[in-house]
């Protein structure tokens, strides 16, 4: 299971962010869409299998919903905070650029 959350704005939309583990570091994804199901859903069409969330334990911060509203497909990632709470600055990077690095890998 993964840790994540959501925020409902105001236009109805939602954002969803979800800490991922992905090779040898975790990724942080942001998804907009209309409801939490469909953001979920959006994920599990690219290849994120079993993925749920339970709980808002890890909502986006305004950043992270400032980033994914100007993105035009909705849906970036970076490399997930470590659990020492050291904050990465990393830039977001659309999901293509995982899904392809997912497949040099294997």
Known sequence: MAAGGFCKLPNGTVVVALNLPHGSAGVRVLVHAQNRARAL???????????????????????EITAVLHHPDGLIWR??????????????HPIRALLRRSAVVQ
Request: net charge positive; charged share 20%; aromatic share 8%.
């Open 41 to 63: 859903t959006r994920l599990r069409n690219l290849g994120f299998r079993a993925i749920y969330l339970r709980g808002n334990a890890a909502p986006p911060t305004l950043d």
């Open 79 to 92: 490399t997930a905070p470590t659990d020492n709470g050291v904050i990465v600055t990393e830039l977001w």
